[in-house]
C-alpha cells in the first residue's frame, strides 16, 4: 500500500495503526499538499456488505458533524477494490496510550480532556448521533491536551436507537448496563462509557475486569463500583462523586445530558468539595435497637449457626439446580444466513420453537436469516423460544437522476442509498463539464428492488494527448513499462509489495483500466515483490527542502531486457525545512553501476551513478 495513490489523490507515505476492520495511513494530498490520514478497510473486509455498509456509516456520522473535538472526516471513495476515508491527521497519541504510560493522569488534566469529549458528544447527541464505543482507543490527543474524538463506526441515529439491540456492541470494558443486556439505549449510555473512562484516567485501572467478556459484561449489570476514592485517596470528592453519578446502574440517576456532566466537570476545578453533585444513594438498611443489649450469648450463637445452615443448604440447592439446568441446556448454532426452513427445522429437532419476525434488507437474501434471539452460543432450555428475523427482501428504491451531477456528487448520492457503484466509462466526445455524470443505467425514476450496480457514463473533457489507460493487471513488469513507454507516456513508477501474484507480476495500478490519461502524468504499478536480490550499493545523499511536509521519494533506475524501470525503493515525509539526509541500503537484481534518483514533492532534486556489487562479495 505504500506509495499507492488512492482517488489519485492520497499518496500512502506509512502505516500508522491498525484495527479489527481497518488500517490507518498516513498520506499526502497531492490536490492540497497537506497530510491527511486514510482510513483503509482491510481488504478481506472488501466484499462483506455489512462491513461496508458499517464503513460508510461511520463516514457519514462525522460528515454530519462539525466541531473541534471531534475528527474531521473530508473525502470517503473507493479505488479498484479498495474503500476508503480520508480524515484529518493527528500526530498525537491515544489517551489510551497515556494512560498506559503515565499510570494515572492527574486529576485536573483528567478533568479538562472530560470537558471536551462532554463537548464533542454533546454535538453529536444534539445532531442524533449516539457514538456507542466511547474508549480511551477513540480519544486522539493533540499536542498531548487537545481531544479529538474518533471512530464512529458503530453510530447510531436516536431514532434508530428505540429498538432493542441485537448483540452487544462497543468495548467491553466501557459497555452500559443497557447495553450489556442488548436494551434500548440513548444517550445516556455514552455518558456511563465516559464515566468509566473518567475512573481509568484518575485511578489508572479499569473497574471490572475478567478474563472473558461475558464476565465483564454482567459485573457491569450486577456488581457494585468501587468508588474512585478508595483506589487513588488523593482524588478530590467532587471527581469521584461525578464518576459515581455517571456510572449509575440505572441511566435515570446519571447525568441527564453530556452539557450537565461538563457543567459539573467545570465546577469540580474550582470546588473540590464534591456536595455540588447529585449522587444517587441506594437505599440503607434501618436497625431498629431496642436497647436490650444484654441477650443471652448462646441463644444469639444457636440462632447464628440456624441461619448459616439455612444458607448453606439453599446454596447448596441453588448450585445443585443451576449444574442441572446447565446440563440440560441447548446452545445454539448461528442461524444467520441459513435459510428460514434450514433454521426452522433445525430447531424443531433441538426441541425448540421458531417464532418468526419479517424484516425487508437490502443486503440479506429473501428468507433468510438475519438475526436471533437468543444470539449464537446462548443456551437455552428445551421447549424455549427462539425468535429468528428473516428478510422478506428489500425495499425499493426510486433511482435518483444523477445526470449533470459531478463524478463526487453522484457517488455521494448513490452510496448514500445503500446502492453500489458499478462500471464508470469516459466520453470523451462531450461538451459536459470534465468529470460531469452524461447517462447512467438504471435510469431515473427506476424502482430498485435488488443489489443492481449503477453504471455511470463520464465527460472526460482530456487533453489532446491523453489516451484510456491501458489494462496491465497480471502482466509482467518489463511487459506493462515496455507497452506504456510505446505508447508514450513518460513517467512510470514501479512499487513492490508482498503479493500473492508471482514475482514481478502487476496487481494493481494508478490510474485504473479506461481512465483517460495525459502521457505526461505518472503512472504507478503495484507488483510482487521479487523473490531474492543479490545486489546492493549503500546510497547516501542530501536535498534541499524547501517547506515543511515535503515528500521525499527515492528511485532505482534499472535496465531489465532493454526495458528501463524505474523503481521507488524509499518514501519518506521531511519534517522540517532545510538539508534532508538520506542513507539507505538499495537492493538490486543485477550488479554495475545504476542510477538513482531523488525526487521532492515529485520534482527531481538529484541523480547520481552508484555501483552495486554482490553482497558476499564485500
Same mark, same amino acid.
Given at each position: 500500500? $505504500?506509495?499507492?495513490?488512492?482517488?489519485?489523490?492520497?499518496?500512502?507515505?506509512?502505516?500508522?495503526?491498525?484495527?479489527?476492520?481497518?488500517?490507518?495511513?498516513?498520506?499526502?494530498?497531492?490536490?492540497?499538499?497537506?497530510?491527511?490520514?486514510?482510513?483503509?478497510?482491510?481488504?478481506?473486509?472488501?466484499?462483506?456488505?455489512?462491513?461496508?455498509?458499517?464503513?460508510?456509516?461511520?463516514?457519514?456520522?462525522?460528515?454530519?458533524?462539525?466541531?473541534?473535538?471531534?475528527?474531521?472526516?473530508?473525502?470517503?471513495?473507493?479505488?479498484?477494490?479498495?474503500?476508503?476515508?480520508?480524515?484529518?491527521?493527528?500526530?498525537?497519541?491515544?489517551? %489510551?496510550?497515556?494512560?498506559?504510560?503515565?499510570?494515572?493522569?492527574?486529576?485536573?488534566?483528567?478533568?479538562?480532556?472530560?470537558?471536551?469529549?462532554?463537548?464533542?458528544?454533546? /454535538?453529536?447527541?444534539?445532531?442524533?448521533?449516539?457514538? @456507542?464505543?466511547? %474508549?480511551?482507543?477513540?480519544?486522539?490527543?493533540?499536542?498531548?491536551?487537545?481531544?479529538?474524538?474518533?471512530?464512529?463506526?458503530?453510530?447510531?441515529?436516536?431514532?434508530?436507537?428505540?429498538?432493542?439491540?441485537?448483540?452487544?456492541?462497543?468495548?467491553?470494558?466501557?459497555?452500559?448496563?443497557? !447495553? /450489556?443486556?442488548?436494551? =434500548?439505549?440513548?444517550? @445516556?449510555?455514552?455518558?456511563?462509557?465516559?464515566?468509566?473512562?473518567?475512573?481509568?484516567?484518575?485511578?489508572?485501572?479499569?473497574?471490572?475486569?475478567?478474563?472473558?467478556?461475558?464476565?465483564? /459484561?454482567?459485573?457491569?449489570?450486577?456488581?457494585?463500583?468501587?468508588?474512585?476514592?478508595?483506589?487513588?485517596?488523593?482524588?478530590?470528592?467532587?471527581?469521584?462523586?461525578?464518576?459515581?453519578?455517571?456510572?449509575?446502574?440505572?441511566?435515570?440517576?446519571?447525568?441527564?445530558?453530556?452539557?450537565?456532566? @461538563?457543567?459539573?466537570?467545570?465546577?469540580?476545578?474550582?470546588?473540590?468539595?464534591?456536595?455540588?453533585?447529585?449522587?444517587?444513594?441506594?437505599?440503607?438498611?434501618?436497625?431498629?435497637?431496642?436497647?436490650?443489649?444484654?441477650?443471652?450469648?448462646?441463644?444469639?450463637?444457636?440462632?447464628?449457626?440456624?441461619?448459616?445452615?439455612?444458607?448453606?443448604?439453599?446454596?447448596?440447592?441453588?448450585?445443585?439446580?443451576?449444574?442441572?439446568?446447565? /446440563?440440560?441446556?441447548?446452545?445454539?448454532?448461528?442461524?444467520?444466513?441459513?435459510?428460514?426452513?434450514?433454521?426452522?427445522?433445525?430447531?424443531?429437532?433441538?426441541?425448540?420453537?421458531?417464532?418468526?419476525?419479517?424484516?425487508?434488507?437490502?443486503?440479506?437474501?429473501?428468507?433468510?436469516?438475519?438475526?436471533?434471539?437468543?444470539?449464537?452460543?446462548?443456551?437455552?432450555?428445551?421447549?424455549?423460544?427462539? @425468535?429468528?428475523?428473516?428478510?422478506?427482501?428489500?425495499?425499493?428504491?426510486?433511482?435518483?437522476?444523477?445526470?449533470?451531477?459531478?463524478?463526487?456528487?453522484?457517488?455521494?448520492? $448513490?452510496?448514500?442509498?445503500?446502492?453500489?457503484?458499478?462500471?464508470?466509462?469516459?466520453?470523451?466526445?462531450?461538451?459536459?463539464?470534465? &468529470?460531469?455524470? $452524461?447517462?447512467?443505467?438504471?435510469?431515473?425514476?427506476?424502482?430498485?428492488?435488488?443489489? =443492481?450496480?449503477?453504471?455511470?457514463?463520464?465527460?472526460?473533457?482530456? +487533453?489532446?494527448?491523453?489516451?484510456?489507460?491501458?489494462?496491465?493487471?497480471? !502482466?509482467?513488469?518489463? !511487459?506493462?513499462?515496455?507497452?506504456?513507454?510505446?505508447?508514450?507516456?513518460?513517467?512510470?513508477?514501479?512499487?513492490?509489495?508482498?503479493?500473492?501474484?508471482? +514475482?514481478?507480476?502487476?496487481?494493481?495500478?494508478?490510474?485504473?483500466?479506461?481512465?483517460?490519461?495525459?502521457?505526461?502524468?505518472?503512472?504507478?504499478?503495484?507488483?510482487?515483490?521479487?523473490?531474492?536480490?543479490?545486489?546492493?550499493?549503500?546510497?547516501?545523499?542530501?536535498?534541499?527542502?524547501?517547506? %515543511?511536509?515535503?515528500? $521525499? %521519494?527515492?528511485?532505482?533506475?534499472?535496465?531489465?531486457?532493454?526495458?528501463?524501470?524505474?523503481?521507488?525503493?524509499?518514501?519518506? !515525509?521531511?519534517?522540517?525545512?532545510?538539508?534532508?539526509?538520506?542513507?539507505?541500503?538499495?537492493?538490486?537484481?543485477?550488479?554495475?553501476?545504476?542510477?538513482?534518483?531523488?525526487?521532492?514533492?515529485?520534482?527531481?532534486?538529484?541523480?547520481?551513478?552508484?555501483?552495486?556489487?554482490?553482497? &558476499?562479495?564485500?
Amino acid at each position: 500500500m $505504500i506509495g499507492r495513490v488512492l482517488g489519485g489523490r492520497y499518496e500512502i507515505l506509512e502505516a500508522v495503526d491498525s484495527g479489527g476492520m481497518a488500517y490507518i495511513y498516513k498520506a499526502l494530498c497531492r490536490k492540497t499538499k497537506n497530510i491527511v490520514a486514510v482510513k483503509v478497510l482491510k481488504e478481506e473486509l472488501s466484499t462483506d456488505a455489512e462491513s461496508i455498509k458499517r464503513f460508510k456509516k461511520e463516514a457519514q456520522a462525522v460528515f454530519a458533524l462539525e466541531h473541534e473535538n471531534i475528527i474531521k472526516v473530508s473525502d470517503i471513495g473507493f479505488d479498484n477494490g479498495t474503500y476508503y476515508m480520508v480524515m484529518e491527521y493527528v500526530s498525537g497519541c491515544t489517551l %489510551k496510550s497515556l494512560i498506559e504510560e503515565s499510570g494515572t493522569i492527574p486529576e485536573t488534566e483528567a478533568i479538562l480532556f472530560g470537558m471536551q469529549i462532554c463537548s464533542a458528544l454533546a /454535538a453529536a447527541h444534539r445532531r442524533g448521533i449516539i457514538h @456507542r464505543d466511547i %474508549k480511551p482507543q477513540n480519544i486522539l490527543l493533540e499536542h498531548g491536551e487537545i481531544v479529538k474524538v474518533t471512530d464512529f463506526g458503530i453510530a447510531k441515529s436516536l431514532s434508530a436507537a428505540q429498538e432493542e439491540e441485537k448483540e452487544v456492541v462497543g468495548s467491553v470494558y466501557y459497555v452500559s448496563p443497557e !447495553q /450489556a443486556r442488548g436494551e =434500548i439505549v440513548d444517550a @445516556r449510555s455514552d455518558i456511563y462509557s465516559l464515566g468509566i473512562m473518567l475512573y481509568e484516567m484518575v485511578t489508572g485501572q479499569l473497574p471490572y475486569k475478567g478474563d472473558q467478556t461475558v464476565s465483564v /459484561a454482567l459485573k457491569h449489570i450486577n456488581e457494585k463500583i468501587t468508588a474512585p476514592d478508595r483506589i487513588n485517596p488523593n482524588i478530590s470528592k467532587s471527581i469521584n462523586n461525578i464518576i459515581l453519578k455517571a456510572t449509575s446502574k440505572n441511566k435515570r440517576d446519571r447525568y441527564r445530558s453530556m452539557d450537565a456532566f @461538563r457543567e459539573d466537570l467545570i465546577s469540580a476545578l474550582v470546588d473540590t468539595s464534591g456536595d455540588f453533585v447529585d449522587v444517587p444513594r441506594e437505599p440503607e438498611m434501618n436497625v431498629e435497637t431496642s436497647g436490650k443489649k444484654n441477650k443471652n450469648k448462646l441463644w444469639k450463637s444457636i440462632v447464628l449457626f440456624g441461619i448459616i445452615a439455612l444458607m448453606a443448604g439453599i446454596v447448596i440447592a441453588v448450585l445443585n439446580l443451576i449444574q442441572n439446568a446447565n /446440563a440440560q441446556a441447548i446452545h445454539l448454532p448461528d442461524f444467520r444466513g441459513k435459510t428460514v426452513s434450514e433454521a426452522s427445522a433445525a430447531l424443531s429437532d433441538m426441541g425448540l420453537t421458531a417464532e418468526l419476525e419479517f424484516q425487508q434488507s437490502s443486503t440479506a437474501v429473501n428468507g433468510t436469516v438475519i438475526t436471533q434471539l437468543p444470539v449464537a452460543g446462548s443456551g437455552v432450555l428445551k421447549g424455549s423460544i427462539v @425468535r429468528l428475523v428473516v428478510s422478506n427482501g428489500p425495499v425499493g428504491l426510486e433511482m435518483p437522476n444523477v445526470s449533470g451531477l459531478s463524478l463526487d456528487e453522484a457517488s455521494e448520492m $448513490i452510496e448514500s442509498m445503500g446502492l453500489k457503484i458499478g462500471a464508470i466509462s469516459y466520453d470523451q466526445t462531450s461538451d459536459m463539464p470534465k &468529470d460531469t455524470v $452524461i447517462s447512467q443505467e438504471p435510469g431515473a425514476n427506476s424502482i430498485l428492488t435488488g443489489d =443492481i450496480p449503477v453504471t455511470l457514463v463520464v465527460s472526460a473533457q482530456t +487533453e489532446k494527448d491523453a489516451v484510456p489507460m491501458p489494462l496491465l493487471i497480471g !502482466q509482467n513488469v518489463e !511487459q506493462a513499462v515496455t507497452r506504456l513507454y510505446g505508447m508514450g507516456f513518460t513517467n512510470c513508477f514501479v512499487y513492490e509489495e508482498e503479493n500473492a501474484q508471482p +514475482e514481478a507480476t502487476v496487481f494493481d495500478q494508478s490510474p485504473a483500466e479506461n481512465v483517460p490519461t495525459s502521457l505526461d502524468d505518472a503512472v504507478m504499478l503495484y507488483i510482487s515483490q521479487y523473490k531474492q536480490k543479490d545486489y546492493h550499493a549503500v546510497f547516501y545523499s542530501t536535498v534541499d527542502v524547501p517547506e %515543511k511536509d515535503m515528500t $521525499i %521519494k527515492v528511485v532505482l533506475v534499472s535496465e531489465q531486457s532493454g526495458t528501463t524501470i524505474d523503481y521507488v525503493v524509499s518514501v519518506s !515525509q521531511a519534517t522540517s525545512i532545510g538539508p534532508y539526509n538520506i542513507t539507505l541500503d538499495i537492493p538490486s537484481l543485477s550488479g554495475g553501476v545504476k542510477t538513482v534518483k531523488v525526487f521532492v514533492n515529485d520534482t527531481e532534486a538529484n541523480s547520481s551513478e552508484w555501483e552495486f556489487i554482490k553482497r &558476499d562479495a564485500e
